[in-house]
Antibody, heavy 120, light 108 residues
Framework: QLQLQESGPGLVKPSETLSLTCTVS??????????WGWIRQPPGKGLEWIGG???????YYNPSLKSRVTISADPSKNHFSLKLTSVTAADTAVYYC????????????WGQGTLVTVSS | EVVLTQSPGTLSLSPGERATLSCRAS???????FAWYQQKPGRAPRLLIY???SRATAIPDRFSGSGSGTDFTLTISRLEPEDFAVYYC?????????FGQGTRLDIK
């Protein structure tokens, strides 16, 4: 049973970099055929996929965010991270990390989500 | 990028009724790459259906998925009070995931 937990600042200033970490328990993030991702949801709106990463380190991003997003892993801490640069108010959202133990096509396990507000 | 359009935007039904939610893709999607989620207020989404018609672990059998190509359907055979929520479809293709805009299922 995988468990995921997001952590990071709840407030980021415009033009700065949003940084979040997802700590995984119940499996190693390097375990074969495990896939990880970040999804966000602006207040009152729908879900937007930000990007994903395989256990082997392959990363793939939403084309609309690709120029600003980096997803990386730290196997020693069993966590993976999201960095989103040059943020604006439009990046205000609940950010979820998610994972699956067998497929990169969907996410069975989700963190509880963390609200990040972009404001000066 | 594949755009998913869900209909209706809001569906108002009573407990015990049957719910039919639709999702249309802007181009053909492999059934193997299609999923449905349920989201309740203040909670993370929950995977209901994967590969278009397979129920995820612990999902009641009143939930079923069907469809292929560009048209997919989520059916809830008899609505329970806990089923009133927002439902999202999702597809995966060319290493990109997209979601539909959601259908809100309200109690009538």
């Amino acid at each position: 049973q995988l468990q995921l937990q997001e952590s990071g600042p709840g407030l980021v200033k415009p033009s700065e970099t949003l940084s979040l970490t997802c700590t995984v328990s119940g499996a190693s993030i390097s375990s074969s055929h495990h896939y990880w991702g970040w999804i966000r949801q602006p207040p009152g709106k729908g879900l937007e996929w930000i990007g994903g990463m395989s256990s082997s380190g392959y990363t793939y991003y939403n084309p609309s965010l690709k120029s600003r997003v980096t997803i990386s892993a730290d196997p020693s801490k069993n966590h993976f991270s999201l960095k989103l640069t040059s943020v604006t108010a439009a990046d205000t959202a609940v950010y979820y990390c998610a994972g699956d133990g067998g497929s990169d096509r969907w996410y069975y396990y989700w963190g509880q989500g963390t609200l990040v507000t972009v404001s000066s | 990028e594949v755009v998913l359009t869900q209909s209706p935007g809001t569906l108002s039904l009573s407990p015990g009724e049957r719910a039919t939610l639709s999702c249309r893709a802007s181009q053909s999607v492999s059934s193997d790459f299609f999923a449905w989620y349920q989201q309740k207020p203040g909670r993370a989404p929950r995977l209901l259906i994967y590969a278009a018609s397979s129920r995820a672990t612990a999902i009641p059998d009143r939930f079923s998925g069907s469809g292929s190509g560009t048209d997919f359907t989520l059916t809830i055979s008899r609505l329970e009070p806990e089923d009133f929520a927002v439902y999202y479809c999702q597809q995966y293709g060319s290493s990109v995931i997209t979601f539909g805009q959601g259908t809100r299922l309200d109690i009538k």
